[in-house]
């Protein structure tokens, strides 16, 4: 079955996977196709009809994106009626397309201008009557109907990958036009991929639209900040090296083969502004040099995290990062069962699998690279994705299979069910069979609401799965049993054919927990200085810091993604104060460039002794991702064994589970200006009335010690007890479990 | 045959141009020449050519009205770059020239436009319609160059005309239920499963069902044939529904269901037929009730077609599909000719889909059910299905009859003989194996090309490869019973003499070879007959020669004003798909009846009616443009020693790597045909 084609393209003898397309194994062999409509990463739009070639011995054109090819087959690429029939096609591209290319943001680079260019398509025979088009301001996206070439690449996007599916093609001849899915207005996460992958000016960011012509725009290729995906981008910048007001004007990404989220797209303008200030300054080396910890965030390059440990050995001081040492105990935990430091699954192995299950997280809020990963997996293996949370995600429904509900905090438990499940066959050892045969299924199945049937129709899904992967969530690391979690999660990794992502919270949380030792966070009444946190002395590139410092996209250095790989950013914008090598410098340990800390990060932890400009950075014309490298597999000691479960506690009364809306993770993307800000308490009819409010309503919540006022916003979609509370515009510890037990009053301020 | 002016259709060229009308050339094709009972048809246009009926036709002006329906009416279209400007470049260029404003070079550039789309269209649609607009070009270069010369409009440019359109495709046309496959196939190939979906219920909402145990008549009309093989339409159709099943939607229903219009109807049975009908119906604004006899809704897909074939809990979803745009359901009510006379007063129209479920006799010596062991295969097939699917006992009295051990039907150790050939036969030698009987024997007259042909492929080596034993050429002479309990059977050998005459050859009986068999069981699935108990006598039902309710098969109304039938009891013992068709043209005749009391057909219906007198497919027709020797993907099946032993469904569908490679061979095969009335 999976025996490879042979034929020739061109007279060139080519070999073709099963499966692969006469266009995909010409690209692999650079040789040239032209296509108007053709995208790598969802299925053919097959709309252009450009990439049309001949085959000996047929007759009429054969359309190559979407034919695979036979054996012995002999394709011709070009001759003089292939290049006429694809003239006429870009000429009719031409008629009627409004001649706006000098004011067009899309001049400059548009593949209608470049293919009009190609096949000189100098003059226009054709005519027809044009209709009016009415463009439309969809909020962050504009559409002009008038520009649109109807290519179909942006509703293939937004449903195969991104998986929104919240545009369509509006059929009707020469009337037909994109409008929003079974809405008269955009409901969507605004993750603007169709902006993306659109070729033409139709589809454009409402705020990018007439600011800037693409040629005046630098390039800075980057990882994206905001979440543990770490998505490549390119800050597109004007006024480098000319003005000091340079800014990011857009965000762009390779959307041949990756993709971004809103957050990523839109929420780019956080960078710090700061003069320097040596008053400050000396106050902060001051602060540190008589510390006695440094709390700091995730929202750190590897390169930073490097230097606090450096100071943390020059002081004795301690680190404290609640977020990054859960993770790092959570992954102790795992290695002790697995006998090696990391995950073996990545975004990857999910865009692969048929079969995923999802667990402990609100994962398309969370990492919306999982999520589109799973998209892809869905549309496009057809996957049986299982989603288990105590909380149904309506972004998530066209993509999940089954949904297994299970009560909040009982986590254990239905780690426990599912191994118990996956393992029933596994060559364990005796005690590790034993654990399992002393499982008491009735009373976690009782305990955590999962029925038994629930569990043997997720593996009867699963029958003809081929690649499968569990995914891990991050309510799973702060909470009280996660370590007998991470081992069970090792025991599927180790002893079935899934394997595991770990999905660390922040955009640095897996390279901060393999950098640093941490210490638990005693909260210290004095002394600390927050990096990016709270503390007594506060250096960071937030607002409100004693010593500001420059932000995500002011630095270069690398941070690790949620697939164990070390990709580098870069500088988008200069910043003008101190960073945190002048401070280490001035602590007197001896550092020249900061990136210098990339190459002498810990090779017991995985990382390779490569120099930061010897990085790679980019995607290749075939879409291999040649940024960074993946860490080493480090062998670690076996010596961990399963805890028997505990209790399953319970959650009554209202709860509130911290979990971002779309397009916010952190304090970062909440200060930029393009992002919606919703900072409402969401919840459901039935959490409404259990907690005595209604929508719309003032409220003040208490969890923990702490006590927050919000507005109360009645969401349709949801159902049960537990209300989303956001995190973005407020610091949650994260050694919290994401789910709360909260007291909620109305707010009366009369 | 059709009397015509002038034609191109299909290749042929009849110009009767200056001849006497006795002497017109007749075209060799069922052209629609009488659109309808008042109407004469002034010219008929579509994919393969154009035929004008009389002189008088203004051809600028039908080539201009066609090139627009691709424009104005196609759905289909706007999906590709040649398809979406090239066609809005050939109305505006034809309605230039025929509003009198047209120069020579829009004549060129017309060739060079349909050439293009000819060539690089995305579906036949694109590629056909400038067919017929370049012959008239071609044959009445004339009349063009008169009105640009002259500067003038064509001769009925600015009169009234009634052009009727029909979009159509081979596959669709052959399909009893006219689904709209290449639309669904689209639906699939684009993984959006519920534009799939929603296109195969337009017409058909029992996707679930006809995604798996249809016999698709459809992939005998694939022009896909043409060139390698069909494509695997049927299995295509289960995609859309599994993925609104899985995703726990609710149903995507095509048509938003219409605000309540006073009107009601009754329907008698909730198969196929029935549950069609009253989707539709529903969906109309009218008010369903729909009377089953049985505890089960779903008719003889739940009863008779059996688990490892059609999973109830799939059938379910079809159902409750049905149920969810509003239907009454009335079960465990057998409807008498009372409840029928009342029907006539109570409602607004009654719709008879009562079925087939009388097993017809094998017409052997000694047959007589009082024998045990003689199991008609609609009550053996009920027992099995009503076990397996709802966990419902076989009553004591048919436990008895038929010496089972148990309150199910237990067939351990028995041998079991069938005598059929169809599917309903199939079920029953599939279902006795799985049943544990010892030895299953499929007795049948004729050879095993027929039984593939009557049945499936994959049905008849599935029942091989299960362990049945078919017997050819055969037939049961005598059932040998003692004491009333069935011992064996003595059957007849046959074989085939060629007709001297080069007729049909005949089965002639081969003296001497009679078999004895011992067998416990003999189940008569040879065909099913309607039990019409329940019609009154006095209405004098008219009845077809093979005892079923006699409609036109056009509007499916019986001899009775108001009262109309679809499915089994108006055809006879035939497929869902066929009871799907009639039963949404029944009842789109019944929406139209209820509120005018005439039985009337919409334009779509008339012209699909007249497309599939012409006939859409034409294996004879050479494929361009697409590259052959793409293998149609075959799904894998459970192995046969597992499934042998239980009801797990044999089919386990399309990998979605499987369903996508097999989508990407559908050609698309839309066309456009338009009349000109």
Known sequence: MSKTINFTIDGVSVEGARGETILQVARKNDIYIPTMCYISKTTPCASCRMCVVEAQGLDGFVLSCNTPPTEGLEITTNSTELERERTNIMKLYDVNHPLECGVCDKSGECDLQNKTLEFNVGQQNFAAKDIPRKIENWGLINYDPALCILCEKCVHVCNEVIGDDAIDVKFGGYSSTIIPKNNDKLDCTYCGECIAVCPVGALISSDFQYTANAWELSRVPATCAHCSAGCSLEYEVKGVGISRDASIYRVKNNFEYTNLCGAGRFGFDFDNKAEKNPADFHKAVEAISSAKAIRFSSMITNEEAYMLGELKSKFGLKLFNEDARLYAEFMKAYSSVSGKKHHSGSQDAIRQADAVIVIGGRIATDNPGVRYALTTASRHNGAKIVYAHPIEDALMK????????????????????????????????????????????????????????????????????????????????????????????????????????????????????????????????????????????????????????????????????????????????????????????????????????????????????VAFDDLENFLSAHGDDNRGYILDEVACEMNGTLDSIDDLAEFNGPVIYHSNPVLQFNAYTNTTSQLERDTSLRGSAQFASIAKISDGEKIEISFGSRTIVREFKLDEELKGTIALNPTFDIAVDSSRYRFEKSKIMRVTNE | MAKVYFSTWNGELINNAGKPEEEWEESAYNLPATYDDHRDSKAFIGWDGVSLFNEDVDVIRLAMEYAAQYQVYSEACGRCAPGRWGGQILYDQLDKIARGEGAVADLDHLKEIGKSMQITSKCEIGKTVPNPILDLMTHFEDVFMDCIENQKPSKHYNQDASYIAKITAPCTDACPAHVDIPGYIEGVRDLRFDDSLEATRQTMPLAHTCGRVCPHPCEDACRRTNLDEPISIMALKRLGADWETDHDYNFFHPLEKKPANGKKVAIVGAGPAGLTAAYYLAADGVEVDCYEELSVLGGEVTVGVPEYRMPWDKYQKDIECVGDMGVNFIMNHKVSADDMRRFEKEYDATMIASGTRLSKKVRCDNERPEIQGYWGAIDFLDWVNLYEKFDIKTPKATQEQQMLPGDFVDLTGKTVACVGGGFTSMDVVRCSIRAGAKRVIMIYRRDEKTIIRNTTYEEYHEAVEEGVEFIFHSAVNTMIDEDNVLKALDVDKFELVPDPDGGRPQLVKIEGATERIEVDYLIPAVSQSADFSHLPEEWELEMTSWASLKTNGKDYMTSRKGVFAAGDCEYGPMTIVNAVGQAKRGASVMSRYVHTGEVTLTDDEIMEDHLTKLKVYDKKEKITGWLPGLARQQSEIVDVDIRKFNNVEVNMGFTQEEALAEADRCMRCYYIAMVQA
Not at chain 1, 421 to 439: G, H, P, Q, V
Not at chain 1, 540 to 559: D, M, W, Y
Not at chain 1, 579 to 601: F, H, P, Y
């Open chain 1, 398 to 609: 066209n993509t999940i299979t089954q949904f297994l509900k299970y009560e909040a905090a009982s986590e254990e438990g239905v780690m426990a069910l599912l191994a118990n499940a996956i393992l029933k066959d596994a060559d364990l050892s005796d005690e590790e069979r034993a654990f399992f045969n002393d499982l008491d299924l009735g009373y976690l199945c009782a305990e955590s609401n999962i029925g038994e049937e629930e569990i043997a129709l997720m593996m009867q899904s699963f029958t003809r799965a081929k690649n499968r992967v569990l995914v891990v969530g991050s309510d799973m690391m702060a909470h009280s049993r996660a370590k007998n979690i991470a081992k069970l999660c090792a025991m599927i990794e180790k002893y079935s054919e899934f394997s595991l992502v770990v999905v660390p919270s922040q955009v640095n949380t897996l390279g901060v927990s393999l950098i640093n030792e941490l210490d638990i966070d005693e909260e210290l009444a004095d002394n600390v200085v927050g990096y990016n946190a709270s503390g007594n002395f506060v250096i960071s590139s937030l607002e409100f810091a004693n010593l500001a410092i420059p932000s995500l996209n002011q630095q270069e250095g690398t941070f690790v993604n949620i697939d164990n790989k070390v990709l580098p950013t870069n500088v988008a914008l200069a910043f003008d104060g101190y960073t945190l090598l002048d401070i280490v410098q001035a602590c007197g340990v001896k550092r020249e460039n900061t990136i210098d800390c990339t190459k002498v990060l810990d090779t017991k932890a995985g990382f390779k002794a």
